[in-house]
Each structure stands twice: as structure tokens, then as C-alpha cells.
């Protein structure tokens, strides 16, 4: 495995002092995927972490097979405070604020990471199109990856006014982007059949444009990542139920990326302020190469499996 920390190090672009020691992290969807590698990261950093999740059981799918992870941080209590909670239900998300104020006394950095995936809902290749879902569909998908969003923003961002210092972070997807030129938009993907997902990321894009604004002149940084291709829960069922359909979307020589891919921007942006870097959505990838971190081959995971 990729430890992404010294990727970080051994780039010549990036800040020598991260600035993290000590800094209380909130991460979201922190059981597994790019959650769990932005865990391992901040912590290696010197930064005690909220993990936050639905749920830290083993979902079977893709590795996910063992509760080491879990096991591990339960090992490190002094820096580590786990929460099971569901983002959408806001008396949960008030209890994990809560237990961290209790044991940590402070918020410095937050990390929407958590989301309901389209194969969640739409088993097992998550493809469908917008005119056959459901009104329950769509407010399944927006309870978590918009309001739950929102729920757990509203929350966790209140030491960092107090304090007049701190930074949000939040994961969405290329899907959400548009392109455009001479006036004229065109959606990135416009046949991924990916509806109501893209649109909850496109909703979560624009509420975290409009809240650094609102921020800024409390000195809160808030930007927003769109990862690489990555082997989340369930990627390797979907690929081989897409496979199994005649689906594919995959683009020629697009390569599934390990989830340590994400951490670097992620520990570079967790030690800003509005001061430095404040909204601004990056391509991970792109990201990656820019600042002598390595472009998608150097993070291809091995262990994906394509469609």
C-alpha cells in the first residue's frame, strides 16, 4: 500500500510543515475507501480524528472484509474518537458533535467525505435513468449527500468561527461538473445514467461555493475535491454486474486509482485558512501531478476490478 504521507514529503511543491500536529479532524464515511485512507493520513500527521460513519460493520465487498481498521483505532483512544452516526438524522449528527467537543474540546477541520452511492440504491449496477426513479430515490440521495451535508457542516463549523480559524473539506464527483465555451454548457458525463447522485454532488458543489464566501471573513477555508476513479465499497460487485449487462462507461485507458490517491491535497488543504487557499473545487489527479506527486499510474490499484 501506498503510504501517502510520504508521497507528500517527497514532493518538492508542498509546504515542509503541514501544520497539523495536534489539529482535531473530522472525517465523514471514514469506515472504509478514501475515508479510512484520510484517517490514516491526518493521523500520521500528528492530528487526533473524528471517525464518523454509518456503520463500521465489514460490508463483504471489495476487501472490505475484516474490522482491523476499526480495531486499529480503537487502539489509539487518546487521538481518536469513532462515531457511528447516520448524516441525515440530525440528533445523531448533534450527539457525534457532542461526544467530540467532550473529548476533544475543539473542531479545527472537517471532512465531508460520507455519501450514498448510486449502487445503493439501484442495485447491483447502479445505472438508471432519470425518468425512472422515484421521488424516494431522489430524497434518499439528497438526505445524505446534501443535507447530511449540511447538518454535519453546520455543526462541526462553529469552534472554527469562535476561533476565527479552520478549514472544510468536500469530496464530490467529475459527474457534477459541467464544460463550457462561448456561452455554451455541456455536461462531463452526460450518459453515465447516474441520476440522482450527480445531482446531489452538483447540489453540495454550489452550497460550498456560496458558504466560502460566507466564511471567509471568519477565516474559514472551504474547498472541495473531485477524486480520481477509486475502488470504493462495492466497486469491483458493480463492475462485474455492468460487465454482466453490456454496461460500460469506462473510458479508454482510465485507471482505478488507489483511495491514498485523494490524501495529499487533502492534508495540504486541512492546514489552510481563508487566509490561503479558500473556494476552490480541484481534480485530484490533476492536482497530484501538478505538485510532483504522481499522475494516475503511479496510484493505479492493482487489485481493481475494471469495466
Given amino acids: ?96 458533535y457532542l461526544g467530540t467537543m467532550e473529548k476533544f474540546g475543539t473542531v479545527d477541520v472537517l471532512v465531508n467525505n460520507a455519501g450514498l452511492r448510486q449502487r445503493n440504491l439501484f442495485p447491483p449496477t447502479g445505472k438508471v ?57 455541456v455536461a462531463q458525463r452526460s450518459s453515465s445514467r447516474e441520476m440522482p447522485y450527480q445531482s446531489a454532488k452538483a447540489a453540495t458543489l454550489t452550497m460550498m461555493f456560496y458558504l466560502a464566501d460566507e466564511v471567509k471573513e471568519s477565516n474559514v477555508a472551504v474547498n472541495i475535491l473531485i477524486p480520481g476513479n477509486s475502488r470504493t465499497t462495492g466497486y469491483d460487485e458493480q463492475n462485474e454486474a455492468r460487465r454482466e449487462a453490456g454496461q460500460s462507461n469506462r473510458a479508454i485507458g482510465r485507471i482505478s486509482m488507489l483511495p491514498e490517491h485523494i490524501v495529499p491535497i487533502t492534508l495540504f488543504l486541512a492546514g489552510q485558512d481563508a487566509g490561503g487557499v479558500t473556494g476552490t473545487c480541484f481534480d485530484v489527479p490533476i492536482w497530484n501531478t501538478k505538485h510532483g506527486l504522481g499522475g494516475p499510474e503511479e496510484w493505479r490499484d492493482p487489485e481493481a476490478n475494471r469495466a
Fill in 129 to 185: 435513468t432519470t425518468l425512472e426513479t422515484q421521488d424516494s430515490d431522489w430524497e434518499k440521495m439528497f438526505g445524505v449527500g446534501v443535507f447530511g451535508t449540511l447538518k454535519v457542516t453546520r455543526r462541526f463549523i462553529r469552534p472554527m468561527l469562535e476561533k476565527q480559524s479552520g478549514s472544510i473539506i468536500s469530496v464530490i464527483s467529475g459527474g457534477a461538473m459541467h464544460t463550457g465555451s462561448d456561452g455554451v454548457y
Fill in 1 to 96: 500500500m501506498i503510504v501517502a504521507n510520504s508521497y507528500v514529503r517527497g514532493s518538492t511543491e508542498m509546504p515542509e510543515d503541514l501544520n497539523l500536529n495536534g489539529k482535531v479532524v473530522a472525517v465523514t464515511g471514514a469506515a472504509r475507501g478514501m475515508g479510512r485512507a484520510m484517517v490514516r493520513g491526518f493521523l500520521a500527521e500528528g492530528a487526533k480524528v473524528v471517525a464518523m460513519d454509518l456503520s463500521w460493520d465489514p460490508t463483504g465487498f471489495s476487501g472490505d472484509n475484516d474490522d482491523a481498521f476499526l480495531r486499529e483505532l480503537q487502539d489509539r483512544q487518546d487521538d481518536v474518537l469513532v462515531a457511528t452516526a447516520d448524516i441525515s438524522d440530525t440528533q445523531q449528527v448533534e450527539s457525534a
